[in-house]
């Protein structure tokens, strides 16, 4: 790449912190905490961006693609802890949110010296993770120019996916392969050019936008309950009893009955307890409304309205 690391913001020397070796514990740890303060403020700014990748994201998937995020490092891993999440959290396919990085899953835990400088291995992971044209790609990468993450940019966008970039630099190469670039601009490191400090707690608060904001647009949140999530611990059977209650003001007992009737299933219990429906009539409901709870309680109630004349008339006849 021919874009030099002396342009870039994140690897600029930051004046604020030039003398955090030779103070206090507390001062050091206050003077970092005062470069955090300036993340939100990045992010913020990155809002319109944002929108537009959750647009595209939640276009793509409602068509059956999938969401695939690729970086190398810091930002490689991030986005296998955001896809890892996905799954409990709103009860996807693990298939449906992947996260790649550079070196592969040894890369997670240690570095592979080298990775993130080869373009051809991130068109490689491309096409091995059989990305194709309905899917979207997000590249992560605080520089917005690493070799292996602008590879898997490139071919991402030969296959006609929809590529989002997601960087802490402006005007950085990715702009030339993504079709939205989000660029949270976060200034200098408190250490110099480490990346895994401003520039990653951006890139985490991002990746949680993007699935966040794309399933609760898929019905994956009522009001602001995590309905679709997986009770696979006993701290999740406990929240999943607790969302039914909060959704449905139902007492202990409906909501134990409710919970074991549909094999631990939120959604369909908020349903039946919301309408007083059958097991069979609150899995149509939320078949017929492609999953959203609040479309499937509207639906149940217009049902019951329109039965009921219908049954006063043969209660007078």
């Known amino acids: 790449m021919t874009f030099s690391l002396d342009r870039l913001v994140t690897e600029q020397r930051n004046e604020r912190t030039r003398d955090i070796d030779q103070v206090s514990t507390v001062r050091m740890l206050e003077l ?31 068509r059956g693609g ?44 240690q570095a592979v010296e080298g990775a993130e400088d080869n373009e051809e291995l991130g068109a490689r992971d491309i096409d091995k993770h059989g990305v194709t044209e309905g899917d979207v790609v997000v590249g992560i990468a605080a520089s917005g120019r690493t070799p292996y993450v602008i590879g898997a940019m490139k071919r991402a966008r030969s296959i006609g996916a929809a590529v989002i970039g997601l960087c802490n630099n402006p005007g950085t190469p990715m702009r030339e392969q993504a079709d939205i670039v989000i660029e949270a601009v976060v200034g200098p490191e408190a250490v110099l050019g480490s990346t895994r400090l401003k520039a990653g707690t951006a890139q985490k608060m991002i990746l949680n936008m993007l699935t966040t904001t794309t399933f609760i647009q898929l019905g994956k949140v009522y009001g602001n309950l995590m309905v679709d999530l997986r009770a696979s611990n006993a701290k999740l059977v406990n929240r999943a009893k607790q969302m039914i209650r909060m959704a449905t003001g139902a007492s202990d007992e409906s909501v134990e009955c409710a919970f074991r009737e549909t094999g631990g299933d939120v959604k369909t219990a908020i349903v039946m307890i919301a309408l007083d429906a059958s097991l069979e009539r609150a899995k149509r409901l939320l078949a017929d409304s492609q999953g959203y709870v609040r479309e499937a309680i509207r639906l149940g109630r217009a049902e019951t309205r329109s039965e009921r004349p219908a049954a006063d008339r043969t209660t007078r006849g």
């Open 66 to 109: 999938r969401l695939f995020y690729i970086g190398a490092g810091t930002s490689g891993r991030l986005g296998v802890l955001d896809a890892s999440e996905c799954p409990p959290t709103f009860g996807t396919d693990p298939k449906l949110v992947q996260g790649i990085i550079a070196g592969g899953e040894p890369a997670i835990r």
């Open 32 to 62: 970092m905490n005062d470069e955090d303060k300036l993340v939100a403020g990045a992010v913020r700014k990155a809002i319109p961006a944002i929108a537009q990748a959750v647009d595209a994201i939640v276009e793509r998937l409602k």
